[in-house]
Structures are given as structure tokens and as C-alpha cells.
């Protein structure tokens, strides 16, 4: 992608349970709006785990809007300080039998998304674990 800035400040990991992992990949993504995109992206690979994405998106960004019902919340979580309501989920392909956890969460004008692929109850702990060790 070219260089650019993304319209949202990204998620700082300092100190939470992702700053002892390796960072993959980050990058901008999304849609381009006066010179900036609508995401980030980060990519980690922390011991013992599977791959987690942390993205970042703006709730509005030029013409576009992102949206999460409140209907979806179905958890409480203490992330940054602040209980927010997350929509917590693991979903099973029927097909491959692959799976995936994610927790997404508004942060003032952003979403924020947290995913892992893998749907295990350990691994859905940790990821409810990793969200709310986000300073």
C-alpha cells in the first residue's frame, strides 16, 4: 500500500498480554479519504498461540460508515479502563472444521477488532484475556 496514514490512532499494546508477541505485519487498510485510510491493520504471533489481528477502523471516513448494532452486544469486558459492551464470537466451518474467535469493541470513534483463528474455549478465554489487558 502507499504510504499513508490511517484516519483512526491505533491501538497502543504497550503493557497488555500482546506486547511480549511479534509483530507480523501492520499496514493501512481500507478506503482512502484525503489522504488517509479508514484502518490499521497488525498482525502478532505470541508463543504458543495461533495468529491474532488487531484491527482498527473508523466509524465514519468520508462517505463511509461502520456499524455495529447494540442488539450484538453480548459481554461486558474492562478494556482501557472503560466496561464496554464487546460482541464476543467463535464461529466453526462445517465444511473444514477450521475456526475463528473474535471480540470487537467501540473505542470512541473507532471499532476495534481482535481476532484469532481458532475457536477453542481456551483460546476464547485468552482472547477475552488479551482485550482487557489493553491499557
Known amino acids: 500500500m502507499p504510504n499513508a496514514e490511517p484516519a483512526v490512532a491505533i491501538t497502543d499494546v504497550a503493557g497488555s498480554d500482546l506486547s511480549n508477541c511479534t509483530v507480523l505485519a501492520e499496514e493501512v487498510q481500507g478506503s482512502l479519504y484525503e489522504g488517509k485510510y479508514s ?3 497488525q498482525v502478532f504471533k ?3 498461540r ?6 482498527d477502523r473508523a466509524l465514519k471516513h ?12 453480548n459481554d461486558h469486558l474492562v478494556i482501557r479502563g472503560v466496561k464496554r459492551g464487546v460482541v464476543l ?5 462445517s465444511s473444514t472444521g477450521n475456526g475463528l474467535t473474535t471480540v470487537l469493541w467501540r473505542d470512541g470513534d473507532k471499532i476495534v477488532s481482535l481476532r484469532v483463528n ?6 476464547y478465554e485468552w482472547v477475552r484475556a488479551v482485550a482487557q489487558s489493553i491499557k
Open 89 to 93: 464470537s467463535r464461529l466453526q466451518s
Open 39 to 41: 484502518g490499521w491493520t
Open 50 to 55: 495461533p495468529l491474532v489481528v488487531l484491527n
Open 118 to 123: 481458532d475457536y477453542s474455549d481456551g483460546t
Open 62 to 73: 468520508g462517505k463511509e460508515h461502520t456499524l455495529v448494532s447494540q442488539e450484538r452486544v
Open 46 to 48: 505470541c508463543e504458543g
